[in-house]
């Protein structure tokens, strides 16, 4: 039970952050929203609310990382897809409403809390890293993918802002066809991974709710 109520505090935690920001998310705000017996995050988050907004990050980037690596794309433009459809499913599933917790975090912090803003450079830069080996594994030259892979993070986080703003997916898409004139032209053959099932986007059938950014 202990560990449950937990693991509540911090998806609670994750979906206040994402909408609101880390100032803006109060421990009795994630206490309501969780159901937990109240007194117990303190218990739990000995540490406050860095604490809390760190484990906040793990939970979503295992989140994050744990659907890129499903991806079964064998083209660059593929990989670029199934990166993109998972923002654009937050984007929709919110109304526009939510962003990324990892931005959250990072946009509301002071740039001397060393330890938060380490998990949230390596929390960037896991994202970063697998990217650009998918990249790779389906054909870009190791030398461009990693700019591609940041500028893709960076699009997405920038176009989730405006999206907030306009209450819309416009500026995702607009975003996200401009981030695939930077692929290289696909080569035949090129890549090991699996090919999506005709007549589907590569993410579309995933439900929207697997995924708290």
């Known amino acids: ?85 998972m923002w654009r499913q937050t984007v929709v599933a919110s109304g526009g409403a939510a962003g990324c917790v990892v931005a959250g975090v990072a946009v509301d912090t002071m740039p001397d809390a060393e330890a938060l803003m380490g998990v949230v450079r390596a929390t960037f830069q896991s994202w970063v890293d697998l990217l650009a080996e998918q990249l790779v594994a389906t054909g870009v030259p190791s030398d461009r993918a990693r700019p591609i892979a940041i500028a893709t993070l960076a699009g997405m986080e920038g176009a989730l802002i405006l999206c907030r703003s306009e209450r819309s997916a416009r500026p995702l898409e607009a975003v996200a066809s401009e981030l695939k004139r930077l692929l290289p032209p696909s080569r035949p053959g090129s890549g090991t991974r699996r090919t999506p099932p005709a007549g589907r986007s590569p993410a579309s059938a995933r439900n929207a709710s697997r995924h708290s950014r």
Do not use: N
């Open 1 to 85: 039970m202990s560990k449950e109520s937990r693991a509540r505090m911090v998806r609670s935690a994750a979906s206040l952050i994402r909408t609101r920001g880390m100032t803006a998310t109060s421990f009795s705000e994630v206490i309501e929203a969780s159901g937990a017996p109240r007194g117990s995050i303190y218990h739990h988050f000995p540490q406050g609310k860095d604490q809390l907004a760190e484990d906040a990050i793990k939970w979503t980037s295992d989140r994050v990382l744990a659907h890129q690596r499903e991806c079964p794309a064998t083209t660059p433009q593929g990989v670029l897809d199934w990166f993109i459809d």
